[in-house]
């Protein structure tokens, strides 16, 4: 079946640190692969997305590239700030059938 | 503006009432979802509606029921609560368009507490 799997939180850094956030991932056939961010007390918002094997999703400043020899699909994003504190999921979707999210990694960010 | 809208934010009730989570959205999508968030996060996909069909129907309890009375609804019927039903609900859309790389928008959520 599908999975995902991504690194346990909290993950605890200080503003302008360098983040990875570790995802991969089990499926078949070549599923989409997507970023999604959580902010306090509110929904899902799509981060970024890569849709074929080497593709780059980026927005905000983070950055994930689909590899499909790693099976992997890492969040990287240089200098983290304070607001982006939240809760990021990674996710997969295979074809027409709904996402399917990793844990959820809860990224603090100290000034 | 509101792209997917949840009713209500927050509804606490007693174990064993019925109740209903609606969520609509104006982006003129042609499919969409509810998902589970537990205590620990973890979110998974309950159904899923194409066109007011019923497209996606994970292990859910039966006395979870989806009505689908056009493609911009999606309610969520809960027949006599329980309290492992407490979670936060998670509405979302696509665009299905023929592509399988379409994005989910997804709603507020809506806490539900079960006592």
Redesign the interface.
Known sequence: GNSVTQMEGPVTLSEEAFLTINCTYTATGYP?L?W?V?YPG?????LL?A?KADDKGSNKGFEATYRKETTSFHLEKGSVQVSDSA?Y?CAL?????????G??T?LQVQP | DTA?SQTPKYLVTQMGNDKSIKCEQNLGHDTM?W?KQDS??????MF?YNNKEL??NETVPNHFSPKSPDKAHLNLHINSLELGDSAVY?C?SSS?GGA??????????TRLTVL
């Open positions: 989409s997507f999604y959580q509110e929904g899902l918002q799509l997305k849709t809760v999921f979707k295979p074809g027409r059938r709904a996402l399917t999210f844990s959820g809860r | 997917v979802y998902y620990k996060k973890f979110l998974k996909i899923s497209i996606i998670f979302a299905s399988f790389t379409d994005t989910q928008y997804f709603g507020p959520g």
